[in-house]
């Protein structure tokens, strides 16, 4: 009797203490635990997670660097830049990293969270063996045209990965020693910018490069045009359609044309939206969802497999909480209209990043792209409107039918592999994710 009570009073104490401790470790855990299982990738090698105690230092700049502890995603605190909204040119050091990193065939990724996105020149990181006398920068956001251009939502933590395409050496830099780090953020003079760093690390690159041919808005160029070109090299590509157009006005793609594209062509026929509305307009919740689901049922209900599960937000624009919510629900990845280049695997599959070809781009422009897409194993994501024969009158949806002929020539001969982007997440990205 004696010893039971003994035992259940233990028993007691014991739940007592270990209740609190386990309700600490788990809401602790859950932010790490955010990180790790949903993006962390395979082979990520940390290399600052931005604590108080990893030694990196103010360098020079009239705004603030503190740590927060009351918004991290890791650790225990994020490191925290504020500019002071005068054209502020705010930079961060470590040096003296040891054991040296070795930054070769590995591209960069970050979590970076902006108070305002708008308000940024520059965001830079650049690293070097000898103390920054010569080094590699490399753009997290550069200008108005860089891989952040419509990538960074206000206020909200994002991943983002960075390609050596994307960087610039200053001098010879020994990039398998790398033992400073430097971090540079500049505001644009309309308002001081806040910038959050919590995690930076290297990822190993093993892509050879892949280039995707994408297309969107579904002018019937793409069947008459596009469809041979790329054929005469068994070359498939992506279309992302407005279903409501189809073979509702003219001009644009018919159902039997895209029928054949899948069919015959191995074309992946997938979703651009019902209407092409702006799916980050205010108040129109309800429409906004229709949009996204029922261009995906369009799909579904006209026999459509293999590219159903593709999603490219018109106008590039989405919304951070309510429409990336409602797309990745229904769809693999979404693609948007800006960034320049993308990784394998991408810093975020529901923000693909692409090279837009306007009517006045050079294909030699696209073609450097490709062979630094080779290099550096990039993803390469091309985006198209309508291939005219003539009058490519309109900046962003219009191309030279012989410019387009010249691209795609030049990707053949380079060699690089090109793949729908059904293919790229069937058979690169989720054949990694598997155990
Ligand atoms: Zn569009």
Redesign the pocket.
């Given at each position: 009797m004696k010893s039971s009570k003994l035992i259940i009073i233990l028993f007691l104490i014991v739940i007592g203490i270990s209740i609190p401790l386990i309700m600490t470790f788990s809401s602790q855990e859950t932010d790490i635990v955010e990180i790790s299982s949903q993006n962390k990738i395979e082979g990520e090698q940390t290399v600052f997670t931005f604590q108080k105690d990893e030694g990196i230092t103010k360098l020079s700049g009239d705004g603030a660097l503190t740590f927060d502890k009351t918004d991290y995603l890791m650790g225990k605190q994020s490191l925290k830049l504020t500019t002071d909204g005068q054209y502020g040119y705010e930079q961060i050091l470590k040096t003296n990293i040891s054991p040296p990193l070795d930054f070769r065939e590995k591209y960069l990724k970050a979590w970076i969270k902006i108070s305002n996105p708008v308000y940024v020149d520059k965001i830079w990181i650049k690293v070097s063996h000898n103390d920054l006398v010569d080094y590699k920068t490399y753009w997290i956001h550069q200008w108005a045209s860089t891989p952040s251009a419509k990538y960074f939502q206000r206020d909200t933590w994002s991943p983002i990965t960075i390609s050596l395409t994307q960087s610039k050496n200053i001098g010879n830099v020994d990039l398998s020693k790398i033992n400073a780090i430097e971090i540079v953020v500049k505001d644009n003079g309309r308002g001081p910018v806040t910038v959050w760093l919590n995690s930076l690390t290297l990822v190993e690159n093993n892509s050879e490069g892949i280039l995707t041919f994408t297309f969107?808005?579904a002018p019937v160029t793409q069947y008459t045009n596009a469809v041979p070109i790329l054929a005469k090299y068994n070359f498939s590509a992506t279309t992302y359609i407005n279903t409501d157009y189809i073979g509702n006005r003219e001009g644009k793609l018919e159902l039997y044309q895209l029928k054949e594209m899948e069919n015959v062509y191995g074309w992946d026929v997938s979703s651009?939206s019902l209407s092409?509305l702006d799916l980050t307009r205010k108040g129109a919740d309800l429409k906004i969802k229709n949009e996204i689901v029922e261009s995906k049922q369009f799909l579904i209900d006209n026999g459509f497999s293999k590219g159903v599960e593709h999603f490219a937000y018109?106008?590039g624009s989405f919304d951070y909480d309510y429409t990336m919510e409602l797309v990745k629900k229904h769809y693999k990845s979404a693609r948007g209209i800006r960034g320049n280049i993308e990784t394998l695997p991408p810093a975020d599959d529901y923000r693909l990043r692409v090279l837009y070809v306007f009517n006045y781009t050079n294909p030699d422009t696209v073609l450097n792209r490709v062979d630094k897409a080779i290099e550096n194993g990039d993803w390469l994501i091309l985006v198209n409107h309508g291939i005219v024969d003539s009058n490519a009158n309109h900046p962003h949806s219009k191309y030279l039918k012989s410019k387009f002929e010249k691209i795609v020539e030049g990707v053949y001969t380079s060699g690089i592999k090109v793949m729908t982007v059904s293919e790229v997440y069937d058979q690169i990205i989720e054949k990694k994710d598997m155990p």
């Open positions: 969107d808005d651009h092409h018109p106008f």
